[in-house]
């Protein structure tokens, strides 16, 4: 039997890639259908039910299912442990210990938490975001009045 050639990129993780993608797409699908809603139309509880169901799976998967692949792939993928440590570009974050000249060491398993800090402050600015052109959906801008040369608004004479 013939087996397909699988192509890896280096610094690739199928699961993290497809969860975080998956993600922004189930997140974004969100603008489509406040578009086509009614604005004025109530929520039934049917609605109202499944929406919450979606919102709490969309929520699982960006601040559950996202960082846990990011951490899996930094841990077992690409080694970043707590006993590598980060020498940066040429070594110019070496610590004193290995014989450098920064009184820090700094791990790689700290700019693996850094990544996850990063993938939730990308997801709740989405979702701030989203929160608030929700409720701004149906706000209707007042149209501006011309006005003259010294700033007063010009108003027709009945």
Request: charged share 15%; glycine share 8%.
């Amino acid at each position: 039997m013939i087996g397909i050639a699988v192509l890896e990129w280096p610094l690739m993780n199928q699961a993290f890639l497809v969860s975080f993608f998956a993600t922004l797409v189930l997140t974004l699908a969100i603008i489509p259908f406040g578009k086509r809603r009614p604005v004025d139309r109530p929520l039934l509880w049917g609605e109202a039910l499944l929406a919450s169901v979606y919102i709490f799976a969309v929520l699982f998967l960006a601040f559950g299912v996202v960082p846990h692949q990011f951490i899996d792939h930094a841990d077992k993928d690409l080694g970043w442990s707590r006993d590598k440590l980060l020498y940066g570009p040429g070594g110019i974050l070496k610590p004193v210990s290995a014989g450098g000249w920064n009184p820090i060491t700094l791990q790689y398993q700290a700019v693996r938490d850094i990544g996850v800090v990063v993938l939730h402050l990308i997801f709740f600015g989405i979702f701030i975001f989203l929160a608030v052109w929700w409720q701004k959906r149906g706000d209707v801008k007042p149209k501006e009045l011309p006005t003259s040369t010294y700033g007063r608004p010009l108003v027709k004479k009945a």
